[in-house]
């Protein structure tokens, strides 16, 4: 039975920082895609940023690039989520999804892309 337990988020002012933890088991494969996505009421849910566990395929959203960073613990099967210069639009439910395909995408990364997901965590940022 394949596991996503989530950590981290929390309420924090703008221009804060927060981390982010997923910690994956369950999965049969050895490498697989495993993602941040995030969701706000009343919108669909954006892909954050995915990951291949063999070290290629890596995607970030326009909207956090050069503020959020992705990296991969492979022996601890954790792909934390660092955000810095959080603001008020990043507020959201985070959820982290994995899937044992490699990642693909076109344009943006689509929830449909994958088949196990997290409970979700909050992330709450103030102005």
């Known amino acids: 039975q394949v596991r996503l337990v989530e950590t981290g988020g929390g309420s924090v002012q703008a221009g804060g920082s927060l981390r982010l933890s997923c910690a994956a088991s369950g999965l049969t494969v050895k490498d697989y895609c495993i993602a941040w996505f995030r969701q706000t009421p009343g919108k669909e849910r954006e892909g954050v940023t995915a990951?291949?566990?063999?070290?290629?395929?890596?995607y970030y959203a326009d909207s956090v690039k050069g503020r959020f960073t992705a990296s991969h613990d492979n022996t601890k099967g954790t792909l934390d989520l660092r955000m810095d210069s959080l603001q008020p639009e990043d507020t959201a439910m985070y959820y982290c999804a994995a899937d044992d395909a490699p990642c693909w995408w076109v344009g943006t990364l689509e929830p449909k892309s994958f088949r196990f997901w997290g409970q979700g965590t909050q992330v709450s940022v103030s102005s």
């Open positions: 990951l291949y566990t063999n070290g290629g395929s890596l």
